[in-house]
């Protein structure tokens, strides 16, 4: 894999651990404006929000532009973005914050996914967006536990500012080390297919079906992962500082799941989405029974990331190769159809604890989810992943 691609993993690091870092800092930063916690909640709606907005937006009004610099633009903003936050006296003004940069974070992914494409083979994508998404699953196994500590001990606002530094050296990788490459195929690519062409590739059956799965897949993954910590301290019975023990091991299991689908997407998609959603399926069945055992949960808490992880990005790359009509709007339809699931899962399943007695609503949205997911595959296992493509 070229050195590029690690390069944009630091930086999907960084964002991934903004991206989740709330979860541990809402009760301060409701503390701190003066708000209630639901109000302070709102900034990751807020971010997800931003993130299905920013991906086609940002990769529509950047098609034309330097790869390098569009990324380098996206790092300087999200880092401006968390400066400001940091420093801000208004709720409101971290409201907006937030919203920019989970834009800019959407603008860069899409970006980071159309260029990570051209920079491997044709049929190298799946390993390609394997590295990409090392970065998210590390982000939760090392980044977001270590916001937590940094901000329980310095304040909510250190967090912030240690986004911002991490910034830096990944702008700087990007400029030394990101060629030109990508900024010349891009140029062709943009200039060789309009927008609208771009565009009416989402009026295919094969592009949106495989959008729609992948948003079903994850929006089970992450309303689970949303609401675990009430899983783990409600049903289980298990201390506060399990969570974090369960969210790493959710988290070296997904990284260990995208990592291995990273070398069978490419070759093998349809064993990877069958199988492996069939085991996904179980998995969260399963957990419906065995929740209230503590050894139980945290093995399925960690086969679950690597089941949700090795299927999500599966189909993330599938987006990609369905999408190889629209070379610079592809990225864009990956991350949304990615948050598109990680914005919705959360909302299903707050909704799920106030119909499901006890904190197993979440698991259940994952069960029905994954179930229309499975099912819309196996009825369509060759239009979503063709057996030669």
Not at 59 to 88: D, E, M
């Amino acid at each position: 894999m070229p050195f590029a691609l690690y390069l944009l993993a630091l930086v999907v690091f960084a964002m991934g651990t903004s991206e989740f870092m709330l979860a541990g800092l809402v009760p301060d930063i409701s503390s701190h404006f003066d708000v209630s916690v639901g109000t302070a909640g709102l900034l990751t709606s807020a971010f997800a929000a931003g993130m299905v907005i920013g991906a086609p937006t940002m990769a529509a009004l950047t098609r034309r532009l330097p790869v390098k610099s569009t990324l380098l633009g996206c790092v300087f903003v999200f880092a401006a973005a968390h400066v400001v936050g940091a420093l801000t006296a208004e709720f409101s003004v971290l409201f907006i914050t937030r919203v920019i940069a989970a834009i800019v974070n959407a603008g860069f992914l899409a970006v980071a996914l159309g260029a990570a494409t051209k920079l491997v083979a044709p049929d190298a994508k799946g390993r390609a967006v394997a590295v990409l998404l090392a970065g998210t699953t590390v982000a939760t196994v090392a980044g977001v536990p270590a916001g937590a500590l940094l901000g329980a001990a310095l304040g909510w606002q250190s967090t912030f500012w240690a986004i911002a530094l991490l910034c830096a050296p990944a702008a700087i990788g990007i400029a030394v080390g990101f060629t030109n490459q990508a900024d010349d195929t891009s140029r062709e690519d943009s200039s060789s297919t309009s927008l609208r062409v771009e565009l009416a590739q989402l009026a295919s059956p094969r592009l949106v079906l495989t959008m729609m799965v992948a948003s079903l897949v994850n929006a089970g993954t992450f309303a689970t992962l949303t609401f675990l910590a009430p899983i783990v301290t409600d049903t289980a019975g298990m201390s506060q500082w399990s969570v974090s023990v369960a969210l790493v091991l959710f988290g070296v299991g997904s990284f260990m799941g995208v990592t291995v689908a990273g070398r069978l997407s490419d070759a093998r998609p349809r064993i990877v989405i069958v199988a492996g959603g069939s085991g996904l399926l179980l998995g969260w069945i399963a957990l419906t029974f065995f929740a209230t055992n503590p050894v139980a949960l945290l093995g399925l808490v960690f086969a679950q990331g690597v089941l949700g992880f090795a299927v999500g990005s599966t189909l993330i790359t599938r987006v990609l190769y369905s999408a190889a009509g629209a070379p610079t709007m592809a990225g864009s339809y990956a991350t949304a159809a990615l948050n598109v699931g990680a914005a919705v899962g959360p909302v299903l399943a707050a909704a799920a604890l106030g119909v499901v007695p006890g904190a197993l609503g979440p698991v259940w949205v994952a069960v029905i989810t994954t179930a229309a997911a499975l099912l819309l595959t196996i009825s369509l296992l060759r239009l979503i992943a063709p057996a030669k493509s």
